[in-house]
């Protein structure tokens, strides 16, 4: 699979807008992004995906630039609730392969 | 909802104690994982499987075994626990793998010390 980059680290300030950027330059034509989050003492759960269009949904927005050599989850309106660990991850879907492999993401913490 | 369901939540062995960590999904999905989490690696696959009795070593497979002898149900075993297997284990479950964006559900994960 693809490698993908992100920030060790963020800080937000409560019901502000947040930019978690990933890079993935050697992406492929077939890998779908995935964001996943995991919050404290929890399992990661499933945030968004996206192949070449931006994507929202009622957690986050996922902006994806034109080469795809990039991408940006974003949280509109930052919550204490949104301070968790951020996955990004590539998956080829073309091939037979059935895992993700978690990188060691970016912790955002939100202070009121 | 999807469920998938880890059956301890915090245990503690001692070196060489044959260790089973359960989980259960209740989806019906094809594919289930086995993750180790530990400070500063972040997540490493142990172990997943496609298929009732079919199973793949992961990127850390050593020192682990699982059985999957039902679609639901898909057990890790530490064979002679030691004390660098302590860690946060993570049980995860996915429809056909994760093609097409399908997604992968985790459990809450089980805190295994080993004394």
């Known amino acids: 699979d693809a490698k993908t980059t992100q920030p060790n680290s963020m800080e937000s300030n409560e019901e502000e807008p947040v930019h978690l950027p990933c890079n993935h330059s050697?992406?492929?034509?077939?890998?779908?992004i995935h964001w996943y989050r995991q919050l404290p003492s929890q399992g990661p759960e499933y945030v968004i995906h996206g192949l070449t269009s931006n994507v929202n949904n009622r957690m986050a927005s996922l902006a994806i630039a034109e080469d795809r050599k990039s991408s940006t989850l974003i949280l509109h309106r930052a919550t204490l609730r949104d301070a968790a660990v951020y996955y990004c991850i590539l998956r080829d879907y073309s091939n037979s392969g059935y895992a993700l492999n978690f990188g060691k993401g970016t912790s955002l913490l939100v202070t009121p | 909802d999807v469920k998938v369901t880890q059956s301890s939540r915090y245990l503690v062995k001692r070196t060489g104690e044959k260790v089973f960590l359960e989980c259960v999904q209740d989806m019906d999905h094809e594919n289930m994982f086995w993750y180790r989490q530990d400070p500063g690696l972040g997540l490493r696959l142990i172990y997943f499987?496609?298929?009732?009795?079919?199973?793949e070593k992961g990127d850390i497979p050593e020192g682990y075994s699982v059985s999957r002898e039902k679609k639901e149900r898909f057990s890790l075993i530490l064979e002679s626990a030691s004390t660098n297997q302590t860690s946060m284990y993570l049980c995860?479950?996915?429809?056909?793998?994760?093609?097409?964006?399908?997604?992968?559900?985790f459990g809450e994960g089980s805190w295994l010390t080993v004394v």
């Open positions: 995860a479950s996915s429809r056909q793998g994760v093609i097409s964006g399908n997604t992968i559900y």
């Open positions: 499987s496609y298929d009732v009795k079919m199973k």
């Open positions: 050697t992406i492929s034509g077939t890998d779908y």
